[in-house]
């Protein structure tokens, strides 16, 4: 098992800034990827951006590449979501996640889970 526990969500003016860290522990993780997905009240859940663990090759979503960065610390095994001129359209209830492959680029291929983070952004 893998357990991943969120921080960093909270409110913030459009144009602002937010980082996101996403601290795990449990099963080693390996050559997997850890990426953060949304959810905004009454839509699916959105991939937003990954990472694989050991290379560090990232991928996004194209309604946030260029403004979201991810990284990731493999000392504090911590991934974290830094988010730039924020639009009122990236509010939701932002997860980590953890998949058994290299680079998972679709909600439906993470295996665990966060309890989520609240991001709201205001106009």
């Known amino acids: 098992q893998v357990q991943l526990v969120e921080s960093g969500g909270g409110l913030v003016q459009a144009g602002g800034s937010l980082r996101l860290s996403c601290a795990a522990s449990?099963?080693?993780?390996?050559?997997?990827?850890v990426g953060w997905v949304r959810q905004a009240p009454g839509k699916e859940r959105e991939f937003v951006g990954g990472?694989?663990?050991?290379?560090?090759?990232?991928a996004y979503a194209g309604s946030v590449k260029g403004r979201f960065t991810i990284s990731r610390d493999t000392a504090k095994a911590t991934v974290y979501l830094q988010m730039n001129n924020l639009k009122p359209e990236d509010t939701a209830v932002y997860y980590c996640?953890?998949?058994?492959?290299?680079?998972?680029?679709?909600?439906?291929?993470?295996?665990?889970w966060g309890q989520g983070t609240q991001v709201t952004v205001s106009s």
């Open positions: 449990g099963r080693t993780v390996r050559n997997w990827s």
């Open positions: 996640a953890a998949a058994r492959m290299y680079l998972a680029t679709q909600t439906s291929n993470y295996d665990y």
């Open positions: 990472i694989n663990w050991i290379g560090g090759n990232t």
